[in-house]
């Protein structure tokens, strides 16, 4: 009974266990959900933060952290599978997350309509106004306008049921009613369409009336353009296969532009209208001289891919472009008899769903002989490596292209290098954030992100050389190595400070503590490591500063001793040797070169002690018989001159000009 108990125990562990590290595994794909621009009138920009717009592009990828935005005249339609959000003239829309489980927007201002017709998004979709919070009960259609009045918010539902929250309320919205909220007033009313809800409803029925969700799922994005490019037609070995309106001449891949998506990599985007889910699901084969598409077995929730091709060249694969030789990079459509390799990160899961299978459920072996044709070369497009390189946009149409070698199949396989400006952005974040730390005191080595374009900790060292992959090699920090036989920072041994140390400008002095130096008797200091110029020269600021005033203050307090026609001896405090450096280092010139001066002099007459106030007080206006006159006080140290100081204090000097000085020391 008890070997029961504990094997049992044991078997409930390991699959804890288990779920747990699928878990962790999961939490680090990216989503297998990618919106798209499908429609574009007019003036249409996309951007991401950090980056100038750029014109919307049919087939754009639209992704978490996109802002979406149009000019006055235009209107605009992204979707994501099944859902679709239209946005009308003067209208700005950013996606701030996008995924598997969540769909929340932020209309900044203008007017949008959103479908939805599948009830897992209904449950994760929110959009928020600068006044309110509008959720889906369940599929419907509403539109929201943010900012077409001042502080208002109106949410009308044409179908299904909207809830709105704002000052404070929460209210539920059928259809066929409105919601104004305006300051902290909620307010409902008849729900009223206009030219831009005729619009988005006839979108709408054009969708309803596709016939391609027979073959694909309603949540692959970009199937509602295939019935009007194309045709279905069924085939005994790949299924259901769909052949577009092209010519016999055309190839995938072929007809459009790769640019740079964080975090999946080189992206495809298509010229074509209905060029987004055959290029981002499912496989190509070709058949009877022409490009058929297979779809493969329908799937609930299938799994993007920024495109499903493979990659030949790089070095040691060199080309004539134009009579130029150069590197060359090559990539051809996959077939289902071929297994995708990603550039990113993919858990093993992630990687099986993306693995072609036909209707029955049978994958397909990756072989290549005399039954499976090998129609590799014929989908074959070469451009010249270096323009992966340059710039996170390659245009296909505007490259140079070569007809591949027939030992093609012996290239190396390697993915694109990444693009130079993504890696200076790297580089440049890196370097920031790595200031931050050295500026916090915080390490630097707590966190294996650096180096990599898609900002995910993966363990791998990471660093400027790329590999085959398409990731980088090296140190994840990036930070340089230990140079060999390079010497440790000098060891200074302090010597103890002399017995009654006449004061000194910009030294410390007993019992008071300057910024990165402490003086001690007989302590071990080791001096400032390099890298700190800018503390160095704020210190040498402050000191110039403080010598400055010190001298000012001496020169005035001789000028008052000769007008008050003092005759005793006088004994001034002496000018000390001043370094131009800052910090430990001008700290040790001007000792040596304090002791060396008074080496050479001879030692003064013994002086009376100093009267224990900062400065003698200006005498009265009838000058009385001269006293003995002693030593006068030295110089208060200007680091403790505050001008908050309590207690009786001496002024030498209140013209604005001294006060200044003062000022400029405190800060």
């Known amino acids: 009974m008890k070997l029961r108990i504990l094997n049992t125990a044991l078997r409930t562990a390991t699959l804890l ?73 003067d209208s700005a829309l950013e996606v701030v997350q996008l995924d598997d489980d969540k769909l929340r927007l932020r209309l900044h201002y203008g007017s949008a309509s959103i479908r939805v017709i599948n009830a897992e998004v209904a449950a994760g979709f929110e959009l928020t106004t600068p ?35 704002g000052g404070g309320e929460r209210l539920t919205v059928r259809a066929g009613r409105s919601a104004e909220m305006q300051g902290n007033d909620l307010q409902t009313r008849q729900a009223l369409a206009d030219a831009f809800d005729e619009w988005s409803a006839a979108r709408d029925r054009e969708t309803d009336a596709t016939r391609a969700t027979r073959y694909v799922t309603s949540e692959m ?18 299924g259901a296969l769909w052949l577009p309106n092209v010519a016999s001449s055309w190839v995938p891949y072929r007809d459009g532009r790769w640019t740079w998506v964080a975090p999946w990599g080189w992206t495809w985007v298509d010229n074509a209208p ?32 920024p495109a499903l091709v493979g990659w030949v060249g ?64 014929r989908g074959l497009t070469v451009v010249p490596q270096d323009r992966f390189g340059q710039r996170g946009e390659v245009v296909v149409s505007r490259e140079p292209r070569v007809t591949p070698p027939p030992a093609w199949s012996t290239a190396p396989t390697a993915l694109p290098p990444t693009p130079r400006i993504i890696r200076e952005a790297v580089t440049r974040a890196d370097e920031a954030r ?37 990731r980088w090699a090296g140190r994840g920090d990036n930070r340089p190595a230990p140079t060999v036989g390079a010497q440790p920072a000098p060891i200074t041994t302090i010597a103890p400070a002399a017995p009654n140390p006449v004061p000194q400008v910009g030294i410390a002095q007993p019992g ?37 005033a010190f001298e000012e203050r001496q020169q005035r307090f001789q000028e008052r001793q000769r007008d008050e026609g003092h005759r005793s001896v006088t004994v001034q405090p002496e000018a000390q040797p001043f370094s131009q450096r800052g910090g430990a280092a001008g700290a040790m010139e001007a000792a040596a070169a304090r002791a060396q001066a008074q080496m050479a002099r001879p030692a003064p007459a013994a002086v009376a ?24 006080a030295p110089a208060p140290v200007p680091q403790t001159m505050h001008r908050g100081d309590d207690g009786p204090r001496h002024r030498i000097d209140d013209s604005p000009r001294h006060r200044g000085n003062v000022r400029q020391m405190e800060r």
């Open 17 to 89: 266990a288990l779920a747990a590290f699928s878990t962790l595994a999961l939490a680090d794909d990216p989503p297998s959900r990618v919106g798209r621009v499908s429609l574009a009138q007019g003036q249409v920009s996309i951007s991401v933060p950090g980056e100038a717009a750029s014109a919307a592009l049919v087939n754009w990828p639209v992704t978490s952290s996109n802002t979406i935005s149009t000019a006055a005249g235009a209107r605009s339609e992204w979707r994501v599978g099944s859902t679709a959000v239209r946005l009308d003239g």
């Open 512 to 548: 008071m503590t300057q910024p990165g130096f402490v003086r001690h008797p007989g302590t071990i200091t080791t001096l400032p490591q390099p890298g700190f110029q800018r503390e160095q020269r704020d210190q040498r600021r402050d000191v110039r500063m403080t010598r400055e």
């Open 314 to 377: 790089g070095a040691g694969w060199n080309l004539n472009f134009h009579s130029r030789p150069s590197v060359a990079q090559g990539w051809y459509p996959l077939s289902p008899h071929d297994h995708f390799v990603p550039g990113y990160r993919l858990s093993d899961e992630r990687l099986r769903r993306l693995h072609w299978q036909g209707r029955d459920g049978r994958r397909h072996d990756n072989r290549h002989d005399g039954k499976h044709h090998d129609y590799r070369q």
């Open 434 to 470: 790595r200031a931050d730390a050295r500026r916090d005191g915080r390490r630097d080595d707590d966190d294996r992100r650096v180096g990599r374009w898609d900002g995910r900790r993966d363990g791998r060292d990471n660093g400027d050389n790329e590999r085959r992959d398409g």
């Open 609 to 632: 002690p100093p009267p224990p106030r900062a400065m003698p007080t200006p005498p009265p206006v009838s000058q009385p018989a001269p006293a003995a006159f002693s030593h006068p």
């Open 221 to 238: 994005t970009g199937y509602e353009d295939l019935d009007r490019h194309g045709s279905w037609r069924d085939d005994s070995e790949y």
């Open 131 to 165: 006044d309110a919070r509008v959720l889906l009960q369940g599929p419907g259609r509403v539109r929201v306008d943010a900012g077409r009045e001042a502080d208002t918010t109106t949410v009308n539902v044409f179908d299904g049921m909207a809830v709105v929250e």
């Open 274 to 305: 209905w060029g987004y889910a055959p290029f981002h699901y499912g496989r190509w084969v070709h058949l009877n001289n022409r490009w058929a598409w297979a779809p493969g077995r329908i799937e609930r929730h299938p799994v993007w891919a």
